[in-house]
Nanobody, 122 residues
């Protein structure tokens, strides 16, 4: 079993920045792909970004490309999402995920965090 706990969400003005963190426990996740998804009010959950097990590959949704950066510290069993130039449409609950069946792309995660709220005001 893997437990994922997100932190770093909050309220920020448009154009601002936030850094989300996700700490994994229960099992080391250094060998697996990790990623972030988000869900805005009234919308379906959507992919944001993922990172391969050794940080050699990252993938981003078109809507966040150039503004968000995903990274990981395998020694700390932690993944991060640096968000810059935030827009009101980035407002959502952000979920950290891991796929223990994959090393490169997150695909269909088998573990999810509880989520952290990010609100961007205009």
């Amino acid at each position: 079993q893997v437990q994922l706990v997100e932190s770093g969400g909050g309220l920020v003005q448009a154009g601002g920045s936030l850094r989300l963190s996700c700490a994994a426990s229960g099992r080391t996740v250094s060998s697996y792909a990790m990623g972030w998804f988000r869900q805005a009010p009234g919308k379906e959950r959507e992919f944001v970004a993922d990172i391969s097990w050794y940080s050699s590959s990252t993938t981003y949704a078109d809507s966040v490309k150039g503004r968000f950066t995903i990274s990981r510290d395998n020694a700390k069993n932690t993944v991060y999402l640096q968000m810059s130039s935030l827009k009101p449409e980035d407002t959502a609950v952000y979920y950290c995920t891991v796929n223990t069946r994959a090393r490169t792309r997150i695909g269909s995660p088998d573990y999810w965090g509880q989520g952290t709220q990010v609100t961007v005001s205009s």
